[in-house]
């Protein structure tokens, strides 16, 4: 069984930063795509940003403002966020995708006040 267990949500002023951080337990096979959803209030969850080993993709809305990497290593994934605007406010959840499996954290709130 896989465990995805967030930390870094928080409060934060229209212009300003967070990293949100996934560390990952259990077994995970090398070929995984790890990457952040976000649900806002009302709204379906949708997708933020992915990595694989070498390739990464981002949803409009995050290009030019967040960064995702991953420490293999580690089993961990990291999302850098920055220039936040306020409808980056909802829940973020970390999720890793195998080939016949997918799991998900129990999210982190994220609020971007005007």
């Known amino acids: 069984q896989v465990q995805l267990v967030e930390s870094g949500g928080g409060l934060v002023q229209a212009g300003g930063s967070l990293r949100l951080s996934c560390a990952a337990s259990?077994?995970?096979?090398?070929?995984?795509?790890m990457g952040w959803y976000r649900q806002a209030s009302g709204k379906e969850r949708e997708l933020v940003a992915t990595?694989?080993?070498?390739?990464?993709n981002y949803a409009d809305s995050a290009k030019g403002r967040f960064a995702i990497s991953r420490d293999n290593a580690k089993n961990t994934v990291s999302l850098q966020m920055n220039s936040l605007k306020p409808e980056d406010t909802g829940v973020y959840y970390c999720?890793?995708?195998?080939?016949?499996?997918?799991?998900w954290g129990q999210g982190t709130q994220v609020t971007v006040s005007s």
């Open positions: 999720n890793v995708k195998m080939t016949y499996s997918d799991y």
């Open positions: 990595i694989t080993s070498g390739t990464t």
């Open positions: 259990g077994i995970i096979s090398r070929l995984n795509v």
